[in-house]
């Protein structure tokens, strides 16, 4: 290494230090100012006393405040979850329409962006909350293939039985095999000899924590992959996911209005691919779609991730940003 290399490693490594040390510094004393008057906040133990119309954990009337924040933070997290997921599939569909020569789906995508990006998010909420509300009663609901039903009631989907270790079993098996990959790259470089302990220590904590995880959750997956159908029973499904037409209006606000951004973005990343690739796959006698998936979308992903990466943190805004 030469004298510069190693001299902006030590400034990088004080630089860590330091930033290290200010944040230590800034958080001990913001707990020091908090603990010092407990009484502030002790209204987090009261019991509510009023209800929350939509809560994916458990929650009463009688539950304290500080759990009352949590469900409201898993209802956000669970709607901008919600809102990535479907953006992104419309943002790429719209994006990937004026790639099939085709006219009058190229200028049904044009409409789509010009129009629903132009109009504010909360609008567009107040917009399809109407729409929810005018919907056919939970008697007549538009039926989707029997697991999703559609009426003035909300939206009632087919979920699993047990939706938290399901997900604590995606999650763990996940954590656990990119900890064994990372630990295979560390063991595998020549430049990880020299501080293994520093940089495995993380990695193997994860695993074991993971793995911990998925020994505990295991035996209840079989049960909790069971899936729960919704069933009409009176004047109400019974059973399922239940989204309240306030949070499905949110989230049917939330994909069009970001898919809209998105389509742009991956249109825009689509027409970066050179034409001699394109000419190239045409000359094989691929067709648009498989050009698409195969030239098209490889290429597009370097360009496109990061303008992505900025409407995924949109999308945790509030509706009225």
């Not at 030469?2 to 230590?24: C, E, G, K, P």
């Not at 407990?38 to 304290?64: E, H, M, Q, R, V």
């Not at 989907?157 to 095999?177: E, H």
Request: include cysteine.
């Amino acid at each position: 290494m030469t004298r510069r290399s190693i001299r902006v490693a030590r400034d990088a490594r004080s630089y860590r230090r330091h930033l290290f040390i200010a944040v230590a510094i800034v958080v001990a004393v913001g707990l020091a100012l908090a603990f010092a008057d407990l009484k502030a906040f002790a209204f987090l133990l009261y019991p509510t006393g009023w209800p929350i119309s939509l809560s994916f954990i458990p929650y009463s009337g009688n539950d304290p405040y500080w759990w009352a924040f949590l469900v409201g933070l898993t209802n956000t997290v669970v709607a901008g979850s919600f809102g990535i997921v479907g953006a992104t599939l419309i943002g790429f569909v719209v994006g990937a329409a004026p790639l099939l020569n085709n006219t009058i789906l190229r200028q049904i995508a044009r409409g789509y962006t010009d129009t629903f990006r132009n109009i504010p998010l909360i609008l567009q909420a107040m917009f399809w909350y109407a729409v929810l509300l005018h919907l056919p009663s939970a008697r007549e609901a538009i039926n989707i293939f029997g697991v999703l039903y559609i009426s003035s009631r909300g939206v009632v989907a087919a979920t699993f039985a047990n939706n938290m270790v399901v997900f604590g079993v995606i999650l763990s098996l996940g954590v656990l095999c990119n900890s064994a990959l990372r630990l295979r790259r560390n063991f595998a470089s020549r430049l990880a000899a020299r501080n293994t302990t520093r940089r495995i220590l993380p990695v193997v904590a994860a695993a074991i924590v993971s793995a911990m995880l998925l020994v505990l959750l295991t035996p209840h997956l079989l049960s909790a992959i069971a899936i729960d159908r919704p069933v009409l029973r009176g004047l109400n499904f019974r059973g399922g996911l239940y989204l309240t037409p306030e949070f499905s209006a949110v989230v049917i606000a939330i994909v069009v209005y970001r898919g809209a951004f998105m389509s742009e973005i991956f249109r825009g990343g689509f027409t970066s691919t050179a034409r001699g690739q394109v000419d190239a796959a045409k000359s094989l006698g691929l067709g648009p779609i498989t050009t698409l998936f195969t030239i098209r979308l490889p290429i597009a992903l370097v360009h496109v991730l990061p303008p992505l990466t900025s409407e995924y943190i949109n999308i945790r805004s509030p509706p009225s940003a």
